[in-house]
């Protein structure tokens, strides 16, 4: 009797990003690129909460920051083996973010009017009204390293937006 449902799923993988060290001093051959001791890939454990929110997202263990060298004489490597004053071994865009997903949903009512036709429209996009977080704190040695602090707040992933429309055909 002239209603219409109509939907669009998207989903996506978590974004890239690349694990970097806090508070360095470049001076004294620290490297904004830190050493990377294992995968960094952080699974998921129910009994610890959510990831990212709860504990960190990735291993901070898995990191270890390019050693100082604090005088000429003493330019120790760190207890890894990695040397002061050379970029650390971590690559760029190691570690993938959370996924999301989007539904839209719109529901349409058409009525005739003879040769003419309105249509009246209710589209509400991320419907389900999913929270979608942005990336993790990158810096593996800060206070709140590898933890979600924020989360979208418009555009894609921003929260559920209901759009009415009345549309006449002539």
């Not at 690129?33 to 454990?45: I, S, V």
């Not at 004053?85 to 993938?96: C, K, M, P, T, Y």
Request: proline share 7%; charged share 20%.
């Amino acid at each position: 009797n002239g209603w219409q449902l109509s939907g669009a799923t998207s989903a996506y993988t978590g974004a890239p990003f690349t694990v970097l060290s806090a508070n360095i001093n470049a001076d004294l051959g620290e490297s904004q690129r830190p050493n990377r001791l294992g995968a960094g890939a952080q699974p998921d454990d129910p009994s610890k909460g959510r990831r990212g929110v709860d504990y960190p997202w990735f291993k901070l263990t898995d990191f270890e920051a390019a050693p100082r060298c604090e005088s000429v004489a003493r330019c120790n490597p760190s207890p890894s083996g990695f040397t002061p004053f050379s970029f650390g071994n971590a690559g760029r865009n190691i570690l993938d973010g959370m996924g999301t997903n989007f539904t839209s949903l719109a529901l349409m009512k058409n009525l005739p009017l003879g040769e003419r036709k309105v249509q009246f429209r209710c589209e509400a996009f991320n419907a389900f009204n999913r929270t979608h977080f942005r990336l993790p704190v990158r810096n593996f040695n800060a206070v709140n390293g590898g933890r979600i602090t924020a989360a979208a707040t418009s555009g894609r992933g921003g929260p559920r937006i209901v759009q009415l429309t009345l549309k006449y055909e002539f």
